[in-house]
């Protein structure tokens, strides 16, 4: 992840602000209200993909290995070689052009062209703002192609778990969990019950190890909230609009920054399953000329 070119988004009425990346339109830093909850991850680590949009698909795809609508075998490049997949899209470490820019909002777009392994041409932009001492973040992809185009969307943005006072509490408002195998690739799906992985009622985070993706969330009027709590019940939300259906959690052994390692977590919205182009599950289809779009969102609560 290059740190050159970095844009900071300020709201100085709330004590907030934002570090982000044109690489992956990456979140890499963020203040609340004088809490760090995001912080930078060292350079050179490019295996974190520490706060990067993942798309045109958002997971892996097994082998790296699809059939299109026509009946067509693609490949994408394999990038994570141990496990043989193609992982996390096309524009992690890509630079996204700055559309927009304000002192405390700024949209991103990039152009995706179509491939061998993707034949479709995309229109992805991706917003960050401040207001009201909250992040919002937000994408719209429009799909330039004369094709239906596949799509799926993520992001990967990973939260200090050390800028509480105390330990904090874990809490995914998830029924299911995916069953995975030993490359990482959904086999089924259980109840979070059966799979000693509910986290509905939170447990504490210093009991949880993870690498999951949890889906059929508690949409309370549209939107699905995950939790780190403090003991007064207080502490930070994601939440994220119903286009995402499923939020990935992994737990690090430790997150590197640029002072040292620390802990953390990766709380990710993202819309599809792992291997979404070959299970099609909760797979975005976008038709010719078709814009879906989609926000989420972190605050702090007392």
């Given at each position: 992840?290059?740190?050159?070119?970095?844009?900071?988004?300020?709201?100085?009425?709330?004590?907030?602000?934002?570090?982000?990346?044109?690489?992956?339109?990456?979140?890499?830093?963020?203040?609340?209200?004088?809490?760090?909850?995001?912080?930078?991850?060292?350079?050179?680590?490019?295996?974190?993909?520490?706060?990067?949009?993942?798309?045109?698909?958002?997971?892996?795809?097994?082998?790296?290995?699809?059939?299109?609508?026509?009946?067509?075998?693609?490949?994408?490049?394999?990038?994570?070689?141990?496990?043989?997949?193609?992982?996390?899209?096309?524009?992690?470490n890509k630079s996204f052009e700055?559309?927009?820019?304000?002192?405390?909002?700024?949209?991103?777009?990039?152009?995706?062209?179509?491939?061998?392994?993707?034949?479709?041409?995309?229109?992805?932009?991706?917003?960050?703002?401040?207001?009201?001492?909250?992040?919002?973040?937000?994408?719209?992809?429009?799909?330039?192609?004369?094709?239906?185009?596949?799509?799926?969307?993520?992001?990967?943005?990973?939260?200090?778990?050390?800028?509480?006072?105390?330990?904090?509490?874990?809490?995914?408002?998830?029924?299911?969990?995916?069953?995975?195998?030993?490359?990482?690739?959904?086999?089924?799906?259980?109840?979070?019950?059966?799979?000693?992985?509910?986290?509905?009622?939170?447990?504490?985070?210093?009991?949880?190890?993870?690498?999951?993706?949890?889906?059929?969330l508690d949409f309370v009027h549209?939107?699905?909230?995950?939790?780190?709590?403090?003991?007064?019940?207080?502490?930070?939300?994601?939440?994220?609009?119903?286009?995402?259906?499923?939020?990935?959690?992994?737990?690090?052994?430790?997150?590197?920054?640029?002072?040292?390692?620390?802990?953390?977590?990766?709380?990710?919205?993202?819309?599809?399953?792992?291997?979404?182009?070959?299970?099609?599950?909760?797979?975005?289809?976008?038709?010719?000329?078709?814009?879906?779009?989609?926000?989420?969102?972190?605050?702090?609560?007392?």
């Amino acid at each position: 992840m290059t740190l050159t070119n970095l844009i900071t988004l300020t709201e100085s009425s709330t004590g907030s602000s934002a570090v982000v990346s044109p690489v992956g339109a990456s979140l890499m830093e963020l203040t609340l209200s004088g809490n760090k909850v995001i912080e930078q991850a060292a350079a050179g680590r490019p295996e974190l993909y520490a706060g990067v949009v993942m798309a045109p698909w958002s997971g892996r795809i097994a082998s790296g290995k699809w059939i299109d609508e026509s009946g067509t075998e693609r490949t994408l490049s394999i990038n994570e070689p141990a496990r043989n997949n193609a992982l996390h899209g096309l524009v992690y470490n890509k630079s996204f052009e700055v559309k927009k820019s304000a002192a405390s909002s700024v949209e991103l777009v990039i152009d995706i062209a179509p491939t061998d392994g993707y034949p479709h041409a995309l229109r992805l932009a991706v917003s960050y703002e401040l207001e009201d001492g909250q992040l919002y973040a937000s994408f719209a992809v429009k799909n330039l192609s004369d094709t239906r185009a596949p799509f799926s969307i993520g992001f990967h943005p990973y939260f200090s778990t050390t800028w509480a006072d105390a330990p904090l509490r874990l809490q995914v408002s998830a029924e299911s969990v995916l069953e995975l195998n030993e490359n990482m690739i959904a086999t089924g799906k259980a109840k979070v019950s059966d799979a000693d992985k509910d986290l509905r009622a939170s447990k504490a985070l210093t009991e949880v190890k993870l690498d999951d993706d949890f889906t059929d969330l508690d949409f309370v009027h549209g939107i699905a909230t995950t939790k780190l709590l403090t003991a007064s019940g207080g502490g930070l939300e994601v939440w994220q609009e119903d286009v995402f259906k499923h939020t990935v959690i992994y737990t690090p052994d430790e997150f590197p920054t640029a002072s040292g390692s620390t802990a953390a977590i990766a709380i990710e919205p993202s819309s599809s399953e792992v291997n979404e182009f070959n299970t099609k599950q909760d797979l975005l289809v976008l038709s010719p000329g078709e814009t879906r779009s989609g926000s989420w969102g972190i605050r702090l609560v007392n």
